[in-house]
Structure formats: structure tokens, C-alpha cells
């Protein structure tokens, strides 16, 4: 243990909303784990920029569509920090834009595997951890979910919307059944945000296309995703759970 600050777990923090949140969160006082999947770089660049401001920051491999590896996660969180407060449940893909017709098993079950059973598993982890009936302190659990999951994804990727529609019902559930144990769990869901991820599906220009479509006018800047997910893991939320927070410019 380093000193008795609160650990985040956040899952994808090496970059887009991951990151602003790993950002927000030590500047709060967290200690902040940052998982990444493949882009360790980013990682400990956002590490060293953290640490430069007297914060506490550490970076983890782990593709969290992989149990042995979200296990090797948690095994080394324990030795960092012995302890874990708060899990951030944001790592999640999108393919590209692709009718249902056109969808292979492999893509969908990848998807389900990276945005439904990673997330599941983390949580699995985090419980063991943090769940009082475990010996844990209590805690809390965000869980990043799409505004797609209400809007379908039709002609872009209905596979995203159903995996995020999973994360939505997950953590209605995992609320209800955590609630005892002293970890309360909540869902923020972006509409669509300026980051990365869009290069990814092969729409980089989504954001500035979309924005004639959502009421504020505009995609939203991933500081303002981190925002919510912060005040959901902090304890001025200490009577929400089970809660869906759209911060989606009104779509
Ligand atoms: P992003 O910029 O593409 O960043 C994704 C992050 O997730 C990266 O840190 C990436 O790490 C990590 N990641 C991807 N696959 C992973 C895996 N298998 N294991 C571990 N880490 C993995 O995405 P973002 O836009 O910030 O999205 C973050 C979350 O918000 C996602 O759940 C997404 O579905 C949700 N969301 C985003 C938007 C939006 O418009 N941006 C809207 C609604 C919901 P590497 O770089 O190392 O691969």
C-alpha cells in the first residue's frame, strides 16, 4: 500500500474518455490504475503526466476479452495497492459499420466478449475485493455503456448498441445484488463523444457529422463523460444506484 489515498481501477484509460477520467480522478486525490490493452506508450506517458503533478498513477496490461489476463490484473493491483475502491468499467470496441446481415459469429462474439463478459469479469474481481460479505470496505462501480444502447445502431453496428444494452440490464441487476455489500453501481452513458474510437469503426468524422442531429448542437468532449462518471464513484452519490446517467447533448 502507498498511502491511504482511494484506488480507481479504469479500464482503456490509455487514451479518449479512459484517460480524462484517469486525469479527473488523481486530480481528486485517487490513486488511479490505468489498464490498457495495446498502446502501452500512451499509458505511461499518461502515468508520467499524472505523477508530474505529485498524483498517483500506474499503468496495467491486460485485454480484459481475456479471464487469465483480467486476473493477472487484479493479482498485481493487490501487490500495488492492496486495496481497490472504485472500478471503472470503460474499455469497449466498435467494428466497422456494418449491417447485420453482413455480421460474421466471430465479429459479434467478439464484441459481446470484450463489451459484455470483460466488463462482467472485472466487476467478478472488484466484488471479491470490495463486497463486505468478502471482508471488503464497500465501493463503487461505473460502468460505461452508449447511448446506442437506446438508439439501436441500426445501419452502423447493432452489435455495439446490443452489447451496451447488455451493460445497461448488468448493472441494473449487479445493483440490486451489490447493494448490501456496500458497492453501489451506476451506468453513464455518452452519446457521441470526440475521441479515437470513431477512427476505429471507420467514421473519423462521426462526431462532426452527428452534431446537426443532437440537440446541444455538438459531440461532447470526453472531460465532460469523466465529469459524471466521478460524481457516480463519489460518495455525493451515496444514495444513487442502479442509475443511468445519459450525458449525451439531449439525443
Ligand atoms: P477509445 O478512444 O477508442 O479508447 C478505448 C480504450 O479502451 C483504449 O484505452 C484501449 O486501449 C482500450 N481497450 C480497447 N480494447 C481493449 C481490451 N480488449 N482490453 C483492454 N483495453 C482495451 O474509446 P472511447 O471513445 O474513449 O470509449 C471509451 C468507452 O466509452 C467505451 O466503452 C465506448 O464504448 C464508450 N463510448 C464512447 C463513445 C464515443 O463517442 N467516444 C460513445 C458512447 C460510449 P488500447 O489503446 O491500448 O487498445
Same mark, same amino acid.
Given at each position: ?8 481501477l479504469?479500464t482503456?484509460?490509455s487514451r479518449?474518455i479512459g ?13 488511479v490504475?490505468?489498464n ?11 502515468v ?6 505529485g ?13 487469465a ?6 493479482a498485481?493491483?493487490?501487490a500495488?495497492? /492492496?486495496?481497490?475502491?472504485?472500478l471503472?468499467?470503460?474499455?469497449g470496441i466498435?467494428?466497422?459499420v456494418?449491417?447485420?446481415?453482413a455480421m460474421s ?10 463489451? +459484455? ?5 472485472c ?12 471482508g /471488503?470496505k464497500g465501493?463503487a ?6 447511448a446506442a444502447?437506446h ?23 449487479l445493483?440490486k445484488e451489490?447493494?448490501?455489500d456496500?458497492?453501489?453501481v451506476? +451506468? ?5 463523444i ?7 469503426? /471507420?467514421?473519423?468524422d ?9 440537440p ?5 468532449e470526453?472531460?465532460?463523460?469523466a ?12 444514495f444513487?444506484?442502479g ?9
Amino acid at each position: 500500500m502507498i498511502d491511504d489515498r482511494p484506488v480507481m481501477l479504469i479500464t482503456g484509460g490509455s487514451r479518449g474518455i479512459g484517460a480524462a477520467t484517469a486525469r479527473l480522478a488523481a486530480s481528486r486525490g485517487y490513486a488511479v490504475a490505468i489498464n490498457y490493452r495495446a498502446e502501452r506508450e500512451a499509458a505511461e506517458r499518461l502515468v508520467a503526466e499524472i505523477e508530474s503533478k505529485g498524483a498517483v498513477a500506474w499503468a496495467i496490461q491486460a485485454d480484459i476479452g481475456v479471464e487469465a489476463e483480467i486476473e493477472a490484473m487484479f493479482a498485481a493491483l493487490d501487490a500495488r495497492f /492492496g486495496r481497490l475502491d472504485v472500478l471503472v468499467n470503460n474499455a469497449g470496441i466498435v467494428d466497422q459499420v456494418c449491417r447485420v446481415e453482413a455480421m460474421s459469429f466471430e465479429r459479434v462474439e467478439r464484441m459481446m466478449r470484450i463489451n +459484455v463478459a470483460g466488463p462482467f469479469i472485472c466487476a467478478r474481481e472488484a466484488i471479491k475485493r470490495m463486497a463486505l460479505q468478502h471482508g /471488503g470496505k464497500g465501493g463503487a462501480i461505473v460502468n460505461v455503456s452508449s447511448a446506442a444502447a437506446h438508439r439501436g445502431g441500426a445501419n452502423e453496428y447493432v452489435d455495439y448498441a446490443a452489447s451496451k444494452g447488455a451493460i445497461d440490464t448488468f448493472s441494473e441487476g449487479l445493483a440490486k445484488e451489490l447493494a448490501s455489500d456496500g458497492i453501489r453501481v451506476n +451506468v453513464v452513458r455518452p452519446g457521441v463523444i470526440r475521441t479515437e474510437i470513431h477512427a476505429s469503426g /471507420g467514421r473519423p468524422d462521426k462526431p462532426e457529422q452527428s452534431a446537426k442531429g443532437i440537440p446541444l448542437g455538438r459531440a461532447g468532449e470526453v472531460e465532460e463523460i469523466a465529469g459524471g462518471i466521478l460524481w457516480l464513484a463519489s460518495s455525493e452519490a451515496s444514495f444513487t444506484t442502479g442509475a443511468v446517467l445519459d450525458i449525451d447533448g439531449g439525443v
